[in-house]
């Protein structure tokens, strides 16, 4: 299936000197297909390592003195295995970074069989867990100018190396699928246009009626293309499912085995939580719903943690909405949302009713799913998003930082609550030149409030 990360994979092909691709995200967005799919359409052939299953490589890397051979029958009829050629060499003894540097060339040529891997894309996938990873391939691409280096890790994590060796890395971050990306998968390109030309020529009723199955579907299914595939392929709601719970107990998984038990349990409570904290009115999130003795410096790592794996997401608090934003960011104050709408459905336990409309999906929770949904759409599309409440009176689901201005977002397809009333940013803000309202209605501008369909957020 198609990404618009392509776009970004092209430009990094495109560059004079290549630098090092570095691919984050979390399980089960799609990276190492996206990848692969890439590899196959622009280079002559790709030497994919899944660090994950050959240890002899993620060692090198990591700088990890192998334990020293026995002398047993067993050990003698592993000698040819990978891991054995790692403890074959001498070099290791001092484990330096040029001794690793030749012993990862070593082990290439003796996986790959004298490859020319100048002419390939080298694909190192599962390096999430493996330290001193940036600071290896640093070293290694100095000796290996004519190397095409991708880096696949399952994390979202902002690493030292993002600023100060961008001369190095290329960092991409990649997230479930966009209704964009639905909609191509879907071959719908007749209706994107429709949607693209909206501004100057309305959509008919057919055109409204055939995207709107397409965002339902998108709504039931999520984002995550293991769970787009699967309905695709037969069109049955029921294949679904199966894989979204797959999934969240991966997470469960993932969350017991890469964390130690303390840390591990508090995540799992923030995990188990987020649901329900999203179905309350004030969707600010709150340790002591987590844990009744929680404290907000005991759980606060967790909660990064859970970001930095990519299966949960922060939206900051303003205090003000006064240009430049970031300078007025409550960052102890947040709300706390999931990777993906359809895995938030399928934690609720959200029936997959093909009888139910979009208006039904968009309130169910208390408009959780909805704000879900845009608060993934949203990102993707305008950047940094906040929120903004001011006392208990008001609250502004979405604000982005314009061109000219703070821009605060009204949902106006989830009945207007108090909690919900844009109108208190707007008296505190006067400067604000623009709101956007999101329906389900076509295109319009009504004075300074540029109305845009749920279904067209990726095109604004």
Request: glycine residues 4%.
């Amino acid at each position: 299936m198609y990404r618009n990360v392509i776009n970004e994979l092209v430009s990094w092909y495109e560059e004079k000197r290549r630098r090092i691709l570095f691919i984050k995200g979390a399980h089960g967005v799609g990276k190492t297909w996206t990848v692969k799919d890439f590899a196959t359409a622009y280079f002559s052939s790709q030497k994919y390592i899944d660090c994950a299953e050959y240890p002899a490589f993620a060692n090198i890397i990591a700088g990890v003195k192998p334990e020293k051979e026995n002398t047993t029958d067993e050990a003698s009829e592993s000698e040819d295995s990978e891991d054995s050629i790692l403890l074959s060499k001498e070099d290791l003894d001092d484990m330096s970074i040029g001794a690793r540097v030749l012993d990862m060339d070593f082990l290439l040529e003796e996986h790959f069989e004298n490859a020319k891997l100048s002419e390939s894309l080298l694909i190192f996938d599962n390096v999430q867990d493996i330290p001193e990873c940036a600071n290896f391939f640093y070293e290694f691409s100095k000796s290996h100018k004519d190397y095409n280096i991708c880096l696949i890790a399952s994390t979202m994590e902002i690493t030292e190396y993002e600023y100060t060796h961008q001369d190095v890395f290329n960092i991409i971050r990649m997230r479930p699928m966009t209704f964009e990306e639905y909609m191509i998968a879907n071959k719908a390109h007749p209706f994107m246009n429709a949607i693209r030309n909206n501004k100057d020529k309305p959509l008919t009723s057919l055109e409204v009626n055939a995207i709107s199955v397409m965002l339902k579907e998108y709504l039931l299914i999520g984002g995550m293309p293991g769970a787009v595939a699967a309905y695709l392929k037969n069109k049955d709601y029921n294949d679904v499912r199966p894989i979204q719970l797959k999934l969240l107990e991966d997470y469960r998984a993932l969350i017991k085995n890469k964390f130690t038990q303390a840390l591990g349990q508090r995540c799992k409570r923030i995990w188990k939580s987020i649901p329900k904290q999203l179905t309350k009115d004030n969707k600010k999130f709150m340790y002591r719903f987590v844990d009744s003795n929680a404290r907000s410096r005991e759980y606060s790592e967790a909660t990064q943690a859970l970001c930095n794996l990519g299966i949960a997401r922060k939206l900051p608090r303003l205090e003000k909405g006064v240009m430049p934003l970031e300078d007025y960011v409550d960052y102890k104050a947040f709300e706390l949302f999931y990777i993906d709408h359809g895995l938030l459905r399928a934690a609720y336990g959200l029936p997959m009713n093909e009888e139910l409309t979009i208006e039904e999906i968009f309130v169910e929770e208390n408009g959780a799913i909805a704000e879900q949904f845009l608060f993934q759409e949203l990102s993707h599309n305008v950047g940094n998003l906040y929120y903004w409440t001011s006392g208990a009176t008001a609250r502004v689901p979405f604000v982005y930082e314009g061109e000219n201005g703070p821009i605060p977002v009204d949902i106006r397809f989830i009945s207007n609550k108090k909690a919900q009333n844009i109108k208190a940013f707007l008296a505190k803000t006067p400067d604000t030149e623009l709101t956007l309202k999101i329906s389900l209605d076509q295109v319009s501008m009504d004075g300074k409030v540029l109305n845009i369909p749920a279904y067209g957020l990726w095109n604004m």
